[in-house]
């Protein structure tokens, strides 16, 4: 049988050689400085550190596969390992899936296994276990990744929208609307081209440098349904209303204008390395200074904070008027993530 040998052919996901080529070539090179074994059925782990285990599970379509500022392999090491850092965990070990269609190019493969590895090795996190399965031409978008995170938290961290009050503060960690907008504009559909990169990045610096003061509340990342959507979370969850301060909310001005002439609202978008907490009026400057000394945080902001009456989410606007943020309904931007 002969393969076309740069592209992916459904004889690279029937178990026989091109299969264990395609595993040895394209990922036990880039996967295979921690744990992961390609020969073995089950990988073990080494002993956890002490604390709670914390598990959390993210799929990914994100279209086009690579996009200003990141890619579909380092968002799929982000955007499930982000789920642990909010969590207040440090994450350890991830598990992928890749399916891929036949067709896709090996060597895009390759970049973009080669950029989730360089993901996770940034943030010390191993890949420990994996598949691959091939699709048929017309069946999938190229790629499509799974990743399972494993991480560990301290036993006595309370953390949960539970413990939002009235009169809490709520920070964001820097502008949002940059991922789904870069990747929008990657699209091309729009003939618009901007300087505009993607916000995709590990949060866990940012959650880090915070998880012990006291003050924190809860965290999350604002990825589908953007920062209304956490604020209407939050509202939901602690029966409370969330205020938003319009002239607060960092957004770039790149954003700002591409959301007015397509009709979008810059709050739905998804972030993919973005912050939201919630932390004590007490303690919430001294949150907010930490993460602008950080180089993922120069730009967060104090943009709002938690009302006891109502269950809404309301906007203070520039000119001094308040509106309502209604909850998402439809999809803004399908496969954005
Ligand atoms: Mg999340």
Known sequence: MALEETRIALAHGNGGHYMRELIEDVFAGALSDGVLDTQTDACPLPPLPDGEVVVSTDGFTVQPLEFPGGDIG???????????????A??????LNCFIEEGLEIDLLRRLVGSLARAAREIGVQVAAGDTKVLRHGEGGGLYLATTGIGVRPRSLQLGVNRVRAGDRILVSGPVGDHG????????QFGLRGQLFSDAASVLSLTQAIVALPGLRFMRDPTRGGLATVAHEIARATRTSVRLSESAIPIRDAVRSVCEMLGYDPLYLACEGRV?????????????????????????????????????????????GRRILEELQDDPLPRIC
Not at 74 to 88: E, M, Y
Not at 90 to 95: A, D, F, I, K, V
Not at 287 to 315: D, F
């Open 74 to 88: 380092s968002l799929a090491v982000h955007g499930t390992t982000n789920d642990l850092a909010v969590s207040g």
């Open 181 to 188: 907008i870069a990747v929008m504009l990657a699209r091309e």
């Open 276 to 320: 939201v907490a919630v932390v004590a009026p007490e303690q919430a400057d001294e949150a907010l200074a930490v993460w602008q000394a950080l180089p993922g945080g120069r730009e967060a902001a104090m943009i709002g904070h938690v009302e006891a009456e109502g269950r809404a989410v309301v906007m203070e606007t520039e000119l001094g």
């Open 90 to 95: 440090t994450p350890l070990y991830l598990t």
